[in-house]
């Protein structure tokens, strides 16, 4: 119970004045084999084989300032699918677009309905915070769990959600809408891709302002399912 009230504390102390700079995260991203994931699916077996191999070329960005934080895709270089393109890729890790978060709700743009549309969802939450630990990038991290739930027209798939979070960076945030937790997410797994920190910068010169999205178009996760079933049966 101490531990869960130290933390309560850091973060609640540092938070006062933690987003007076915006903040620079830079992530990297792996995708991991999965065993017996498409066996019985050569082009997608295929998707996954390229997705294993380029992901390591993917950059992220996340920029965080007065509570709210956008988190987009920053460079992608030499990709060996002979297309140049990274939409093969985006699947796999669950990156669906730019990503902004705020204190009561996460929008996700939706790039396959055109970059104007943004899903809204709920903040991460029912986090599990246990008292494990980790040395990332010379930062000790504690490991919070969670389930990332996928819904299908005719089942429900649960996928184990891992993130290391540093109560000495007090930022709420995370990688691709993922956070709500006392500190900076260093690293994030869900299922079998894995985001990983690497560069921080408390200082950085690079800005963000919520009303460059003002002209969207919001949507709840339903109007999206929607939406993209009467796309696939135009095409």
Not at 12 to 37: G, M, P
Request: aromatic share 12%; proline share 3%; net charge positive.
């Amino acid at each position: 119970m101490k531990y869960y009230y130290s933390l309560f504390f850091i973060f609640a102390f540092f938070n006062l004045n933690a987003q007076l700079n915006t903040i620079s995260i830079e992530y990297k991203v792996i995708v991991n084999d999965e065993e017996k994931l498409f066996d019985n699916n050569s082009a997608l077996k295929q998707l996954l084989k390229n997705a294993i191999t380029n992901s390591g070329k993917l950059s992220f960005l996340l920029l965080a300032k007065n509570g709210n934080s956008k988190f987009v895709n920053k460079s992608i270089l030499n990709l060996e699918d002979g297309n140049g393109s990274n939409n093969a890729i985006f699947p796999f890790i669950g990156y669906a677009g730019n990503v902004y978060t705020f204190k009561d709700s996460v929008l996700v743009q939706s790039s396959i309905l055109g970059g104007k549309i943004y899903v809204r969802k709920n903040n991460i939450s029912n986090w599990k915070i246990t008292n494990e630990t980790k040395m990332i990038d010379k930062h000790l991290c504690y490991k919070a769990t969670n389930v990332y739930t996928v819904i299908s027209p005719d089942k429900e798939f649960n996928h184990p959600v891992t993130a290391w979070f540093c109560p000495n960076l007090p930022y709420p945030f995370g990688p691709n809408g993922y956070g709500n937790l006392p500190g900076l997410i260093l690293e994030l797994q869900v299922r079998n891709s894995v985001f990983g920190v690497s560069k921080i910068n408390l200082e950085t010169k690079d800005d963000f302002d919520v009303s460059e999205i003002k002209n969207i178009k919001i949507i709840t996760e339903i109007q999206l399912e929607k939406l993209l079933l009467k796309k696939m049966e135009e095409e």
